[in-house]
């Protein structure tokens, strides 16, 4: 074997070693190793190509696809208007982020990893202001950008993608990561929601867009987790709720933001906001939770 040879044979070796290392870091069930498995997590996650997320994204993508009917096309059309300040400034290598809709009893918004954002429709029947939305999209695009999904997924698949990278079958990782359907369980983690919460707010203000919206929303959200109408089933199911750092912490986090008073959401948007709301209209007050 030549010396170049054995050279990068040495250094790939040494690297899948690492990997392995890593992995079961990862594993390790100490409290004490949170910050490493976190850290490490992210360091993985930077050596898997993007076209992983980008198919696992799409598979996914696929089985939300399956709840849209009843959703007029313009619906989504106009959504993506709505959002489309925010598409121009969140960096998504070969990837262009999709903002549509799926019919759903439950406020909540849900993004895949290769830039699928899904608005659930009772989502868009509480909210009452486009900033709201905004805040929303800037949120979830958070959780693209950083590949929160894609370090949820390792986290699970620590032990097979392990061998993977021992074996170089690259483009099988998202058949290892069980492909999407590991995606429509999966739950960030409430430091993963702090980043996205956080960064969205960079977004919007990149966006010359005001980031009052968040504060609007988490108590919009507030209001629903109180309402003494929505059934027990609805909450223990209501993933935005129960995933996310408790409505209060977020809620004083928003009010501490700078506030944007020069800043206005732009007449394309707020007239994409009202279509929307003729097809989603806000239910009556005190009737919030049903």
Same mark, same amino acid.
């Given at each position: 074997?030549?010396?170049?040879?054995?050279?990068?044979?040495? *250094?790939?070796?040494?690297?899948?070693?690492?990997?392995?290392?890593?992995?079961?870091?990862?594993?390790? #069930?100490?409290?004490?190793?949170? &910050?490493?498995?976190?850290?490490?997590?992210?360091? +993985?996650?930077?050596?898997?190509?993007?076209?992983?997320?980008?198919?696992?994204?799409?598979?996914?993508?696929?089985?939300?696809?399956?709840?849209?009917?009843? +959703?007029?096309?313009?619906?989504? %059309?106009?959504? #993506?208007?709505?959002?489309?300040?925010?598409?121009? +400034?969140?960096?998504?290598?070969?990837?262009?982020?999709?903002?549509?809709?799926?019919?759903?009893?439950?406020?909540?918004?849900?993004?895949?990893?290769?830039?699928?954002?899904?608005?659930?429709?009772?989502?868009?029947?509480?909210?009452?202001?486009?900033?709201?939305?905004?805040?929303?999209?800037? =949120?979830?695009?958070?959780?693209?950008?950083?590949?929160?999904?894609?370090?949820?997924? +390792? *986290?699970? %698949?620590?032990?097979?993608?392990?061998?993977?990278?021992?074996? #170089?079958?690259?483009?099988?990782? %998202?058949?290892?990561?069980?492909?999407?359907?590991?995606?429509?369980?999966?739950?960030?983690? &409430?430091?993963?929601?702090?980043?996205?919460?956080?960064?969205?707010?960079?977004?919007?203000?990149?966006?010359?867009?005001?980031?009052?919206?968040?504060?609007?929303?988490? &108590?919009?959200?507030?209001?629903?987790?109180?309402?003494?109408?929505?059934?027990?089933? *609805?909450?223990?199911?209501?993933?935005?709720?129960?995933? =996310?750092?408790?409505?209060?912490? &977020?809620?004083?986090?928003?009010?501490?933001?700078?506030?944007?008073?020069?800043?206005?959401?732009?007449?394309?948007?707020?007239?994409?906001? *009202?279509?929307?709301?003729?097809?989603?209209?806000?239910?009556?007050?005190?009737?919030? #939770?049903?």
């Amino acid at each position: 074997m030549a010396d170049s040879s054995v050279a990068s044979w040495a *250094t790939m070796t040494n690297f899948k070693i690492t990997i392995v290392i890593a992995l079961a870091v990862m594993g390790a #069930g100490c409290d004490t190793l949170s &910050r490493v498995k976190d850290s490490t997590t992210r360091q +993985v996650v930077d050596f898997i190509p993007r076209s992983v997320d980008k198919k696992i994204g799409e598979i996914a993508s696929m089985q939300a696809e399956a709840t849209m009917d009843g +959703v007029p096309s313009a619906a989504h %059309a106009y959504l #993506g208007e709505l959002v489309q300040p925010l598409t121009n +400034v969140a960096v998504l290598p070969g990837m262009k982020p999709t903002f549509r809709i799926v019919n759903s009893e439950l406020p909540n918004a849900f993004a895949y990893p290769d830039g699928s954002i899904f608005f659930t429709s009772k989502l868009l029947e509480i909210a009452e202001t486009p900033e709201e939305i905004l805040a929303v999209a800037g =949120h979830e695009l958070a959780h693209v950008t950083q590949r929160h999904s894609m370090q949820q997924l +390792v *986290t699970r %698949a620590t032990f097979t993608l392990a061998l993977n990278f021992i074996v #170089g079958d690259v483009a099988g990782l %998202a058949d290892l990561l069980n492909t999407g359907s590991s995606l429509l369980n999966l739950k960030f983690s &409430r430091d993963h929601e702090r980043d996205a919460d956080a960064i969205g707010a960079i977004f919007l203000e990149k966006s010359q867009l005001p980031r009052q919206g968040a504060a609007l929303f988490f &108590r919009r959200m507030k209001e629903f987790e109180d309402n003494k109408t929505a059934t027990k089933e *609805t909450m223990k199911y209501l993933s935005f709720l129960t995933t =996310h750092p408790a409505t209060e912490e &977020r809620i004083a986090w928003a009010n501490n933001l700078p506030t944007d008073d020069n800043l206005k959401v732009p007449a394309a948007q707020k007239k994409a906001f *009202t279509n929307l709301k003729k097809i989603f209209p806000t239910a009556p007050k005190g009737a919030v #939770g049903k």
